[in-house]
């Protein structure tokens, strides 16, 4: 082989190692998360969603973070734990993307939309201490002697007839911090109704009566379902200016968390 040729040669292999290095380079560049999201999470209710040693934890929390690593290639998913009515003032006020999880209230928060598929049905009930019911609310004539109902801070979960029962006057309610106050209060017959989901309350009941042995629960008794509904991932409503990445995350978001409770469906179906 000649000298010229040997020349050529090598020069075609630089070439081609230069472009190599530069193609990979490249899409290396491109294979990177293009976007930095923060969802805001309810720091004080488990087991959906919670904070155990400073970190966001709960039955949520887990699912957004397996459908989080479905879509890693484009986007970095931070979950931040706020105080609830925090987390809901934050998107009336456009300072924040997402919430998670409120239920669906499009006509009471129109600034929220849209809202994600759901990630589970919660079944809210009222707990009260024996003698006290909030059945048949509407047939029953308590003005004189209002009952006391505790709520989380923030919550709208009171359906039609507790809602009216409120304007009449029959029931008065108190916002508490979380569901570990409002058990405390209704332990303490500070208050004589607490409406919240049921799992969340059946925790919280464990949790005070770990703490506080003191305390007598025996007398606090399930009264009545008030509402089912589903939780979701909220988003600010329109803000594409500031968020122009919304809609695809949206989606994006969508699939992957179906993708996640399809397969969890599956694996309970097989066990």
């Given at each position: ?19 190599v290095?530069?193609?990979s ?72 993307f997402?919430?998670?999880?409120p ?42 002697n ?5 709520l989380?801070?923030g ?6 007839v ?10 008065k ?15 303490k ?83």
């Open positions: 082989m000649n000298i010229s040729v040997t020349k050529a040669v090598i020069f075609c292999s630089l070439k081609l190692v230069i472009w290095l530069y193609t380079a490249f899409s290396n560049v491109y294979a990177q998360p293009q976007h930095r999201v923060t969802i805001l999470v309810d720091e004080s209710y488990p087991p959906y969603t919670y904070v155990n040693n400073g970190e966001p934890a709960g039955i949520y929390v887990d699912l957004v973070k397996q459908a989080a690593r479905l879509m890693d290639d484009k986007y970095i998913i931070e979950l931040h734990p706020v105080p609830w009515k925090r987390g809901v003032a934050a998107l009336e006020h456009g300072d924040a997402a919430l998670m999880p239920y669906k209230h499009i006509k009471r928060r129109p600034f929220i939309w849209p809202y994600s598929v759901p990630l589970l049905e919660e079944v809210v009930v009222a707990f009260c201490n024996t003698g006290i019911s909030l059945a048949n609310i509407e047939t029953k004539d308590t003005t004189v209002p009952i006391n109902v505790g989380n801070a919550y709208m979960i009171l359906d039609d507790l809602d009216q029962a409120s304007k009449q006057g029959k029931i309610l108190w916002e508490n911090k979380d569901t570990y106050s409002n058990v405390i209060k209704l332990a017959k500070r208050i004589d109704c607490y409406v919240n989901d049921r799992l969340s309350t059946l925790l919280g009941l464990r949790n005070v009566k770990r703490l506080h042995p003191e305390l007598e629960l025996s007398t606090i008794v399930e009264d009545r379902v008030v509402l089912r509904r589903t939780a979701h991932i909220g988003y600010v409503k329109d803000s594409l200016n500031k968020y122009p990445f919304k809609h695809d995350f949206i989606q994006k978001m969508d699939e992957a968390l179906q993708a996640v409770l399809d397969s969890q469906a599956v694996e309970l179906a097989n066990e």
